[in-house]
């Protein structure tokens, strides 16, 4: 169900003019009821395939806002590679000229770092690790790294995004055979497994106070790999260039190229906004994107580290912006499990880091200092 929203300045453009003809009304009741008491067992699945919301659901987005009716113009890159890795799309673009041969070593650059650090790819060390049941482990030094990093990001995000969520990421795996809901008991016990601060990394040596916590680490993985990748365009003297991994995007300094902020809509996506990164990394996640519907429950895999249960705190989309690219995945999940105010702080205590979240009654959140820092061009 996995929607590709970012388009081409043509197919951007075309989408503007008809959102200027065309007027769109809702398409229903939202699905995403607020979790009460024990979940009853169903063996009832359906996996609908109009998403709920329409424009009508976010007019508000548009409040106060100065829209426009034309793109900014729009660098036009040289060489573009595209390859599917392990099943993900990546894309590479260049601006200058050329350079197939690094493609296919940033490909296969990304495809080791994921072997080596997602926890929800079987082929990862990491994800051997968590299956081991032992409670102390050495780590390679990258894995040791990207565990440090997940740990002071858990840290400064209060646990809204915890590195030791993996038990209840698995609970909730897009992947799994819906014949019915978690119960209340298995939501308790995936709970019993998760806090970082029950975690310990004394060089590469890893230490959990219970041998069933696992590692959360597939929203760090490919933000460590883009990083990673960055490092070796820029070692080869490549300046100007573009990397989309999936949902995950960057682009340097002097690329000027749009990114578009779209929400889901039907089969089809709805451009609200456009920004250049310049230099930032953008991530982005809709609750409309993966999801279906268990017994009138909307099951998605964003979710609340407090219950333990799919996210309902009426975050639907949320766009993340940082100069440090490890970050941003992270940050998405810690958008939809935890409040507002608990959000704006949490960015606030990160350098250079932004975001733009949308919530079922139609309005669009800005964390502060991100319209200066970043140029956003809204449409209506």
């Not at 809509?265 to 991530?283: D, K, Q, T």
């Not at 519907?293 to 766009?319: E, W």
Request: include cysteine.
């Amino acid at each position: 169900m996995k929607r590709t929203i970012l388009q081409s300045a043509t197919a951007r453009l075309t989408g503007i003019f008809l959102l200027l003809l065309l007027t769109f009304i809702g398409c229903g009741t939202n699905p995403n009821e607020p979790i009460g008491g024990t979940p009853t067992i169903s063996t009832e699945v359906t996996v609908p395939t109009t998403p709920t919301p329409t424009k009508s659901d976010y007019e508000h987005l548009y409040d106060d806002k100065e829209p426009i009716t034309s793109l900014p113009e729009e660098h036009t890159p040289a060489a573009t590679d595209v390859n599917f890795v392990d099943g993900i799309m990546m894309t590479i673009q260049y601006y200058d000229e050329s350079h197939a041969e690094l493609s296919s070593e940033l490909f296969d650059l990304y495809l080791c770092y994921r072997e080596e650090l997602d926890s929800s790819s079987e082929t990862s060390q990491i994800f051997a690790l968590n299956n081991a049941g032992e409670a102390t482990a050495e780590l390679s030094d990258l894995q040791a790294e990207m565990l440090a990093y997940g740990i002071q990001l858990s840290e400064l995000s209060n646990g809204a995004y915890d590195i030791t969520a993996e038990p209840l990421r698995q609970l909730w795996d897009m992947t799994n055979e819906w014949s019915s809901l978690p119960t209340e008991i298995d939501v308790a016990e995936a709970l019993e497994y998760v806090s970082y601060e029950r975690l310990s990394l004394n060089g590469n040596i890893v230490t959990k106070e219970s041998e069933g916590m696992m590692l959360f680490t597939a929203p760090l993985s490919s933000g460590f790999a883009l990083t990673a990748m960055q490092e070796y365009l820029q070692a080869n003297g490549i300046q100007t260039y573009s990397i989309e991994i999936g949902n995950l995007r960057y682009d340097s300094t002097g690329s000027n190229r749009t990114y578009s902020l779209a929400i889901p809509s039907g089969e089809e996506s709805e451009v609200f906004a456009s920004l250049y990164l310049n230099g930032y990394a953008g991530y982005e996640a809709h609750l409309m994107e993966q999801y279906v519907m268990v017994n009138d429950m909307l099951v998605h895999p964003y979710f609340d580290l407090q219950t333990g249960y799919p996210s309902s705190n009426g975050v639907k989309d949320v766009f993340v912006f940082s100069t440090d690219t490890r970050s941003v995945e992270a940050l998405a999940y810690a958008c939809f499990s935890c409040s507002e105010e608990q959000y704006k702080g949490i960015l606030s205590n990160l350098p250079d880091t932004y975001a733009i979240w949308i919530t079922e009654d139609g309005v669009m959140h800005l964390s502060d200092g991100i319209e200066d820092a970043l140029e956003i061009v809204y449409f209506n």
